[in-house]
């Protein structure tokens, strides 16, 4: 169990999957931040959250389908970038949200263990990231059921879209925190 390795890499994850950075050569938009790259790094990480991780194998499995699936989107961004993936998108995105609370419950639980002030903000933030998560999956749902009032879709997307970059960035900290705090403690 090496609990500071893990909470790095789950928080480098959060950043490659929370973060989209485009950059564009040629007419191709090149995301450089592709998610598969986070969901790798958080199935890195859980071999070394040792007795935190119960149920670890269903949540490496479904680490296993987020870097497909997200490396698929990726993928198929840069071949074909007018290709409707909204389907897989979408399923993704469910995947995401799931995973996405699971980690934080395991990681409220370190800090708790650890003693950490940061307890009670994990805990605020994996309700925020599930709420924009599962937002998300409600205009994805909405775009693939045929729901074609493009201005509602478009200030919902920007609206959460903002919301959880603010929240996956102030994530980011906390974890860095997090694992400054359990450094200074094991040390």
């Known amino acids: 169990m090496n609990i500071k390795k893990a909470i790095s890499l789950i928080a480098f994850g959060f950043m490659f999957t929370l973060v989209n950075l485009n950059l564009t050569l040629n007419g191709t938009t090149v995301n450089v931040t592709p998610n598969f790259v986070g969901w790798i790094l958080m199935y890195l990480a859980y071999d070394k ?69 940061r307890e009670s903000t994990i805990r605020t933030l994996k309700y925020l990231n599930i709420g924009v998560e599962i937002m998300f999956v409600v205009i994805q749902v909405l775009y693939v059921l045929g729901f074609d009032n493009i201005g509602f879709i478009a200030i919902m997307v920007s609206t959460f879209g903002l919301i959880g970059i603010v929240a996956a960035v102030v994530t980011m900290f906390v974890l860095f925190g997090l694992n400054k705090e359990i450094s200074s403690k094991l040390e």
């Open 49 to 117: 959250l040792g007795d935190y991780m119960k149920g670890k194998s269903y949540m490496k499995i479904l680490s296993l389908v987020l870097i497909v699936l997200t490396g698929a989107l990726w993928l198929g961004d840069i071949v074909k970038p007018d290709l409707d993936t909204s389907i897989i998108k979408t399923i993704a995105n469910i995947a995401s949200a799931v995973y996405m609370f699971v980690l934080c419950t395991v990681l409220e639980n370190v800090a708790r263990d650890f003693g950490s002030t």
